[in-house]
C-alpha cells in the first residue's frame, strides 16, 4: 500500500514539474538555511577540537561586583591569585586550569607585520584541553617553575613567522614586543570562535607581561574545571561556590567599594549565553522573542506556501478522489494517503537540502572566514532535521488533505 | 470597480486566508529589513568627521610597572614625535576611533541632560585626525585654568544641550568650559549613528590614558612599525605595546555592521523568492480553475485589457488586506519609539516594504493575467 502511494506521488510530482520546483525549493532551501544555522550553532557550543571534554568541563569567566544600591557595577575577568585561591584549590575537580583570554600583539618579519594573539596558561592547560602536538610538546611545571621563555606556537603562524616550511621548528627563536622565546611545540589552531583556547602563541604564565603577580580580584585571568565525570558538574560549582561564599563583604577594589560579589562556574552553554544575556529579564524576554520570531519566520512563511499550493493543488485532483470515494474509500485512506505523498516529497526536499549544506559548510570551512573552522553535518543535526522535515511534511499535508476529504463525491466527480 | 474588488475578495476570505497571512509576514519581514537598512544608509550619509588614513593607534601597557607612569608615556609621545615619518603626534583615552572601547557619561545645562561619548585628548588630537572645527580653536594645555577642564563638543551635543543658544564659555556639567565645537565626530566608523561627544583635554600628570595616535606620513610600512615598538620596548622595560592602524580597525568594525545585515539580507531574499514562487503558483492554478468565468466575461465583451486588470486588481487588494494587518504592527514602532530610533526611519522602511510588496504581487500576476486574458471565450464555453 505505502509503496503505491509512494508511486503515485512521483507520478503527480513529474506531471506539473514547475509545482514541484516550487515545493522542492521551498522545502530544501528552508532546511539547507535551518541546518547550517544548527551546524554553526554547534561549531560555537558543542565539544569539539581543542576543547573535547567541554562536555564535562565548567568555565569561570566573569567576575561581577556591584555596590549597595545596585547603581555601578563592574565586571570582567580575574587575577591569578584569585583564581589560585578560589578555583585551583577545589578538591572535586580532576584537574583546574588558569589561562588569559585572548591578548592582543604584533609580532614583525622583516617588512611584514603579523597580528597576533597570545595566550598566558599554566601546564594543566594542556591536559585539561586536548591540542594536537604537530611537532615538539607543551612546557611543564619545570619550564614554569624555572621561568622558562618558551612557547607553544600554531601550524597557522608558524607559516606566516617562518615562511612555509616543512622543517622542525623546534628550538627556534621567535621575538615578540623586543622579547625571545624559544618553540617549545606547534599545534594545530583553535578556531577564533572557541575564546578559551584560541590564540597564536601561548607562553607559561611566568614570562614577563603576563601580570600574573596582580594582587586584588580582578585581572585578565580566566578558568576551566575539568569534572573527572560529568556527575561530578553539581558538586564542582557547590564547592566552588561555597569558597566564593567564604569571601568577606562589602570589599573594597582600588577605590570601588561593592557589596554584591557574583562568580559563577558554568558549563559552556549556559556561559555563553550568560554573557549575551547580561542585561537581565527584559533583555532575555527580547532575545527570545527575537529569536522565536525568526524562526516563526523562517519556517512558518514556507509552510504556509507550501499548504496554499497543496490547498489549490488538490483540486485538481478532484476527480481521482471522488473515483476513489465513489468505490468506497474511508476518509481516512485518503487522508493519510495525501500524507505519505507529503512526507515522501519532504524527504526529498530533506536529502537535496543535506546535499547543500554539505557545499555550504564546506564553502565555510574552505573560504578561511573563520580560521581553523571545522563545522560539521552531525547526527543531532541530522536528527533536527528530519524531525523538521516530519513537522513540514504534515504541516503541509494535514490542512489540505482534511479540506480534501470533506468534498462531496458527487461535485468531486463533476469537476 | 475598486469597490467591486474588495467585494470579491472579501466574499472568498477564507480561501484567500492564507495568502494574506503570507503576504502580511512577508510584509514583517521586509519591514525588519528596511528598517535596518534605512537605519544604515540613513548614518553612512553622515560625514565621517576625521581623516583616518595613515593613522596608528599605539596602545600602552605599563603591566607591574607602576612606578612614574605618567612620566614614562609621555617619554614614549616625545620620542615619537622626534621620528621625521612621523607628522603628528597625540595622546588620548583607550576609546580611540574604531575601537572596541567606549565611555560615556550623563551631562548636565540648565536641567537639559544627554548622554554622551567622552574622548579625553591632549592638544595635538585635532591635528593628528584632521578635525575641522565649526566654530572656536581646539584646546590648548594653557586653557586649563582655575576649576574648570576645557572641553569641545560636537554639533549634536550642541543641540542637546543649549539648542539654538551660543555654546561658547558656558559651563556645563559643573566642572566643563565649552570652548569649541565640531561638526561630527563619528568614532566607530560611517555605519555609527551620530552621537553626542564631548572632548576634554587630558591631564598629562594622570597615569591613566595610555593611548598614543600617530599620523604617519603616506607610504610608511612594517618596517618604521617594528623600530618604533622595538624603541619603545626597550626604552620601558616590561611594558606592552601594541599598533592598530586605523583602516584595518575601522573594517573590523565595518564588519560588524554588514554581516548581520548581509545575512539577514540572504535570509530575508530567500523568503521572498519562496513566497514570489508560492503566489506565482496558487494565482496560476486559480486563474486556471476560472477559465469559464473569463470566457463568460469575454463573450460579453471585455477586452483583454481590462481581463488583466481586474486580476492585478484582485491581487492588490489582496495584498492591501495583507499590508493592513501588518500596518497595525508597524506602526506600533515609530509610535513607541523602539530601539530609540527616529520615527522617519521605520516611516521610510514602511514604505519601501509597501513598494517592494505591491511590486511582487504585480510581477506574480503579471503573466498569469497575461494568460488569462488571452483565453478565447468560444474554447472556454465549450468546454463547461
Known amino acids: 500500500m505505502l509503496i503505491n502511494y509512494i508511486k503515485i506521488a512521483w507520478k ?240 573594597n577594589q582600588d577605590g570601588f567599594k561593592y557589596s554584591v560579589l557574583e562568580v559563577k562556574s558554568d558549563p559552556y552553554l549556559e556561559n555563553f549565553i550568560g554573557t549575551l544575556l547580561d542585561g537581565g529579564p527584559g533583555l532575555r524576554t527580547i532575545f527570545f522573542g527575537v529569536i522565536g520570531f525568526i524562526m516563526f519566520m523562517l519556517m512558518g512563511l514556507p509552510a504556509i506556501n507550501l499548504v496554499n499550493i497543496n490547498v489549490s493543488r488538490i483540486m485538481e485532483r478532484a476527480s481521482e478522489i471522488g473515483i476513489r470515494k465513489a468505490f468506497g474509500a474511508p476518509v481516512k485512506a485518503l487522508v493519510w494517503q495525501f500524507i505519505v505523498e507529503n512526507i515522501f516529497i519532504t524527504f526529498i526536499g530533506g536529502a537535496i537540502a543535506l546535499v547543500l549544506t554539505f557545499i555550504i559548510i564546506q564553502l565555510i570551512n574552505n573560504s578561511g572566514w573563520i580560521a581553523y573552522a571545522d563545522l560539521t553535518i552531525n547526527i543531532n543535526v541530522f536528527i533536527i532535521s528530519i524531525l523538521v522535515c516530519l513537522i513540514f511534511g504534515l504541516l503541509s499535508g494535514v490542512l489540505p488533505a482534511l479540506r480534501m476529504s470533506k468534498l462531496n463525491i458527487a461535485e468531486a466527480l463533476k469537476a | 470597480m475598486i469597490r467591486h474588488l474588495f467585494k470579491l475578495i472579501w466574499n472568498k476570505k477564507k480561501t484567500h486566508a492564507l495568502l494574506m497571512i503570507e503576504i502580511w509576514a512577508s510584509f514583517m519581514v521586509l519591514f525588519g529589513l528596511a528598517s535596518l537598512i534605512v537605519y544604515n544608509v540613513g548614518n553612512y550619509t553622515q560625514p565621517l568627521g576625521f581623516e583616518y588614513k595613515n593613522v596608528w593607534a599605539i596602545s600602552l601597557k605599563s603591566n607591574q610597572d607602576t612606578t612614574d607612569v605618567e612620566q614614562k608615556i609621555q617619554r614614549a609621545l616625545q620620542q615619537l614625535k622626534t621620528y621625521a615619518d612621523v607628522e603628528s603626534a597625540t595622546r588620548m583615552s583607550s576609546n580611540f576611533p574604531f575601537s572596541a572601547n567606549s565611555m560615556n557619561n550623563g551631562v548636565e545645562y540648565n536641567k537639559k541632560k544627554i548622554m554622551a561619548d567622552f574622548y579625553v585628548t591632549d592638544d595635538n588630537f585635532a591635528k593628528t585626525l584632521d578635525i575641522p572645527m565649526a566654530t572656536g580653536k581646539w584646546y590648548r594645555n594653557a586653557d586649563s585654568i582655575g576649576k574648570y577642564t576645557p572641553v569641545i563638543i560636537n554639533q549634536k551635543a550642541k543641540e542637546g544641550l543649549f539648542g539654538d543658544e551660543n555654546p561658547m564659555g558656558k559651563i556645563i556639567g559643573e566642572r566643563f568650559k565649552v570652548v569649541g565645537t565640531v561638526n561630527t565626530f563619528k568614532a566607530k566608523g560611517e555605519f555609527m549613528a551620530d552621537k553626542p561627544a564631548i572632548f576634554e583635554l587630558l591631564n598629562a600628570k594622570s597615569p591613566w590614558n595610555d593611548l598614543l595616535l600617530i599620523r604617519v606620513k603616506p607610504g610608511t610600512d612594517a618596517v618604521f612599525e617594528a623600530k618604533i615598538v622595538k624603541n619603545i620596548t626597550s626604552m620601558l622595560t616590561g611594558w606592552s605595546v601594541e599598533v592598530d592602524h586605523l583602516a584595518d580597525s575601522r573594517k573590523n568594525q565595518h564588519n560588524l555592521t554588514l554581516v548581520p545585515v548581509i545575512i539577514f539580507l ?98 506574480c500576476a503579471l503573466f498569469p493575467s497575461r494568460q488569462a486574458a488571452t483565453i478565447q471565450p468560444a474554447v472556454a464555453l465549450h468546454e463547461e
Not at chain 1, 575539568?226 to 553539581?234: Q, R, V
Not at chain 2, 523568492?273 to 486556471?288: K, T
Not at chain 2, 492585478?312 to 530610533?341: C, H, K, R, S, Y
Open chain 2, 266 to 363: 540572504i535570509v530575508c531574499s530567500f523568503l521572498l523568492i519562496n513566497v514570489a514562487l508560492g503566489l506565482f503558483g496558487v494565482l496560476n492554478l486559480s486563474i486556471a480553475k476560472r477559465r469559464s468565468e473569463i470566457g463568460l466575461r469575454r463573450a460579453l465583451g471585455a477586452t483583454e485589457k481590462g481581463i488583466s486588470t481586474q486580476f492585478i486588481g484582485e491581487i492588490w487588494v489582496l495584498a492591501t488586506f495583507g499590508m493592513l494587518v501588518g500596518l497595525l504592527f508597524a506602526a506600533q514602532f515609530p509610535l513607541l519609539n523602539v530601539f530609540d530610533l527616529h520615527a522617519n526611519v521605520y516611516i521610510t522602511a514602511i514604505v519601501v516594504s509597501i513598494i517592494v510588496i505591491y511590486l511582487i504581487v504585480t510581477l
Open chain 1, 12 to 251: 503527480v510530482l513529474l506531471r506539473h514539474p514547475f509545482y514541484t520546483f516550487i515545493t522542492l525549493f521551498g522545502i530544501s532551501l528552508t532546511l539547507t538555511v535551518l541546518m547550517v544555522l544548527t551546524s554553526f550553532l554547534d561549531h560555537l557550543i558543542g565539544s569539539h577540537y581543542p576543547e573535547t571534554k567541554r562536555d564535562r568541563s565548567l568555565y569561570i569567566m566573569q567576575m561581577l561586583q556591584t555596590d549597595s544600591s545596585r547603581s555601578s557595577r563592574s565586571m570582567g575577568p580575574m587575577s591569578f591569585k584569585f583564581l589560585t585561591d578560589y578555583a585551583k584549590s577545589l578538591k572535586t575537580p580532576e584537574r583546574v586550569t588558569l589561562c588569559t583570554f585572548i591578548n592582543s600583539s604584533n609580532a614583525y618579519v622583516g617588512s611584514q607585520k603579523i597580528k597576533l594573539n597570545t595566550k598566558f596558561t599554566d601546564a594543566d592547560f594542556w591536559q585539561v584541553t586536548d591540542f594536537e602536538f604537530l611537532e615538539g610538546k607543551p612546557y611543564n611545571e619545570q619550564n614554569i617553575a624555572n621561568s622558562d621563555y618558551v612557547a607553544v606556537i600554531t601550524d597557522d603562524f608558524k607559516n606566516h613567522y617562518f615562511g612555509n616550511t616543512t622543517e622542525s621548528v623546534i628550538g627556534k627563536d621567535v621575538e615578540i614586543e623586543n622579547i625571545h622565546y624559544k618553540v617549545i611545540g606547534v599545534v594545530k589552531g583553535s578556531p577564533v570562535t572557541r575564546p578559551f583556547t584560541y590564540a597564536d602563541v601561548y607562553f607559561p604564565y611566568t614570562t614577563p607581561k603576563s601580570n600574573y603577580q596582580r594582587s586584588g580580584f580582578r585581572g585578565g585571568y580566566v578558568a576551566i574545571l575539568l569534572a573527572k565525570n560529568k556527575s561530578d558538574l553539581k558538586a564542582i560549582q557547590d564547592e566552588f561556590q561555597n569558597h566564593i561564599n567564604r569571601i568577606p563583604l562589602p570589599g
